[in-house]
């Protein structure tokens, strides 16, 4: 555990140097918003690469993973499901097609 730890906080610093604005959280499933997660999203090259995912996450998203994708209400301090099948700034979390997860 001491392991994770420490490397969870190694994972803090690099975010707070990181030049990316951008961020997209993963989620356990569709109707499990555990975090599993953290990728980076690169508006330029249309990539989501993974930042953070305690080595059980896929190295790299592509929209066709996805099973749902989500968008950060801050009124209603939840993630609500939006009808869109690509990624964009608007997009805040998604969680995968069982069959994509490592």
Request: proline share 2%; hydrophobic share 40%.
């Amino acid at each position: 555990a001491f392991n994770f730890i420490r490397i969870f906080f190694e994972k803090i610093k690099d975010l707070d140097e990181s030049i990316s604005q951008n961020f997209i959280i993963l989620f356990r499933g569709e109707r499990n918003h555990a975090f599993r997660g953290l990728y980076t999203y690169d508006v330029n090259l249309n990539q989501i690469l993974k930042c953070f995912a305690g080595g059980n996450g896929p190295d790299s998203i592509k929209d066709d993973d996805v099973l749902e994708f989500y968008k950060y209400d801050s009124g209603a301090r939840e993630f609500k499901r939006i009808p869109t099948r690509h990624f964009g700034r608007s997009v805040h979390a998604v969680a995968l097609a069982s069959q994509n997860l490592k």
